[in-house]
């Protein structure tokens, strides 16, 4: 149904959106991936994932950073202005997360490395109330100095939470078998 929808096919049309609203989100790979994402929402597309940049920045961060940081917080900004203007938002939830943390120390390369201590997840709409901070490192960011440690699985039932899927339901497998849909997950109340 999603292939064949009319309306989903049409979201894919970025020239249908007005030349404003476009450039609100920015005529470049980040603007316009986050545009189109904001179009499938809007046709009814339920998940939308889309990736943006190479943020494996192990030398030259501070290039890579100008590169790609400004036209990331161009179209992040409209996304959440344009979901929010289009009363879009209260149902729809936005999340930014990178695969794991970085070196809170730039290296010998002027870069970071990978850095399984600590990182970030952002959230936006969807119930999530906004302008908060949750959970706090030390001043370098290096570790979690909170007294409660976020986990992937926490931040999992926290997403299926919020889309209205009780994290804690248990799926049978085809074989039969109990599957957990978040296992040992608890939902970020804050």
Known sequence: QLVSSPAAREAFNLAAEPQKIREEYGMHDAGQRMLMAR????????????????????????????????????????????????????????????EFGRTPKINDRQGRDHWTHAFSFAFAGAGVPGGQLVGSTDRDGGYITSSMAYTIEDYAATIFNQIGIDPAKTLMTPGGRPQAIVKDGHVVKE
């Open 39 to 98: 179009r499938m929402v809007e046709s009814g597309v339920r998940l939308v994932s889309l990736t943006y940049g190479g943020w494996d920045m192990h030398s030259g961060i501070a290039n890579g950073m100008n590169r790609t940081l400004p036209k990331f917080d161009q179209a992040y900004s409209a996304l959440i202005n344009d979901l929010d203007r289009r009363g879009m938002l209260d149902k729809t939830l936005v999340m930014v997360s990178s």
